[in-house]
């Protein structure tokens, strides 16, 4: 099993920067991929980027590329989320994640084995 914690959300100003960061502890050499997703209220959980953990390989939902960059230490086992230029549709409680398997899909949420507590992010206009 993998534990997650996620931490830096905040509530910022719209077209400022914030940076999110997840921290693995445990079983971390099962995981195959982490991700991030986020909530808004009354909305479904969406993707937001993910990284194959052993490739780099990096993943992006359209509605944040170009603004968003994902990066991890590995050292720490911890993966980062830099977000940029960011807007008030980008409010949302975000989480991250752990998928153990190479046969899930990066974006899908229900693939993922692992789950952090979340951390509320929110941009005011």
């Known amino acids: 099993q993998v534990q997650l914690v996620e931490s830096g959300g905040g509530l910022v100003q719209a077209g400022v920067s914030l940076r999110l960061s997840c921290t693995a502890s445990?079983?971390?050499?099962?995981?195959?991929?982490m991700g991030w997703f986020r909530q808004a209220p009354g909305k479904e959980r969406e993707f937001v980027s993910a990284i194959r953990w052993r490739s780099g390989n990096l993943y992006y939902a359209d509605s944040v590329k170009g603004r968003f960059t994902l990066s991890r230490d590995n050292a720490k086992n911890t993966m980062y989320l830099e977000m940029n230029s960011l807007k008030p549709e980008d409010t949302a409680v975000y989480y991250c994640?752990?998928?153990?398997?190479?046969?899930?899909?990066?974006?899908?949420?229900?693939?993922?084995?692992?789950w952090g507590q979340g951390t509320q992010v929110t941009v005011s206009s």
């Open positions: 994640a752990a998928q153990k398997t190479s046969f899930g899909f990066y974006s899908r949420a229900s693939d993922y084995d692992s």
């Open positions: 445990g079983r971390t050499s099962n995981m195959y991929t």
